[in-house]
């Protein structure tokens, strides 16, 4: 079992541009979710999804700020025009059961450096 | 609000010595999880130790063990025998009862091992 997969590892983008990450839950796993880390700080949850379905986006930024699980291939968090601000480190973490009690494993996320 | 607190910013110890590394939280719940979680440079988040609140006993894993006090809600993880590879951030984590799933850690704890 490959685990939880982040691509890519990293991403430079400048001022503007679009930003996606990608996340390839657990083989079995249907429950999706994105933390994001900011620079000394600790992970902080943003969304989360299941196939096809965003079921709690309450830590989303309300702007710029989208994702999606469709029913086939990753999940996508999309950044539209970044701003320095969004440099962090986006993690994503999923689970067979929506509770998630033992199997929640966590990607080795993906640092978006905004120049 | 559920919160977590680390108060210790960065921590050191000396190879083959114990370190002990604090965690506090608030939370009105009675019925709650708490997880150590270690992030090596490598950013991968590796699940260490975790402790169910209706449990008294404090969890142990190989030299990981917590003290879990629930009264003064507080949670520490004490290494012993540290080894090099212990080196990393430290993040405690708490999460309401099963049911839910988002995640809520702490700012973190850089621990340093001395040879």
């Known amino acids: 079992n490959a685990g939880v997969m982040q691509n890519p590892r990293h991403l430079v983008r400048r001022r503007g541009q679009e930003a996606r990450l990608r996340c390839s839950p657990m083989?079995?796993?249907?429950?999706v979710y994105w933390y994001r880390q900011l620079p000394e700080e600790g992970l902080k949850f943003m969304v989360y999804?299941?196939?096809?379905?965003?079921?709690?986006e309450s830590g989303m930024p309300k702007e710029r700020f989208s994702a999606e699980f469709p029913k086939e291939g990753p999940s996508i968090l999309r950044i539209q025009q970044v701003v320095r601000g969004d440099s962090a480190a986006y993690f994503c973490?999923?689970?067979?059961?929506?509770?998630?009690?033992?199997?929640?494993?966590f990607g080795s996320g993906t640092r978006l450096t905004v120049v | 609000a559920q919160t977590v607190t680390q108060s210790q910013p960065e921590m050191s110890v000396q190879e083959a010595e114990t370190v002990t590394l604090s965690c506090t939280y608030d939370?009105?719940?009675?019925?709650?999880?708490l997880f150590w979680y270690k992030q090596p440079p490598s950013r991968q988040m590796i699940l260490v130790i975790r402790q169910e609140a209706y449990k008294q006993q404090n969890a142990t894993e190989n030299r990981f063990s917590v003290n879990f006090q629930k009264a003064a809600k507080s949670f520490s993880l004490k290494i012993s025998d540290s080894q090099l590879g212990d080196a990393a951030m430290y993040f405690c984590?708490?999460?309401?009862?099963?049911?839910?799933?988002?995640?809520?850690f702490g700012t973190g704890t850089r621990l340093k091992v001395l040879a």
């Open positions: 999804l299941q196939k096809e379905n965003i079921i709690d």
């Open positions: 939370t009105s719940e009675s019925d709650y999880y």
């Open positions: 973490a999923s689970s067979r059961m929506r509770t998630g009690d033992w199997d929640y494993t």
């Open positions: 984590a708490y999460r309401p009862s099963s049911g839910t799933y988002k995640y809520i």
């Open positions: 083989k079995g796993h249907s429950h």
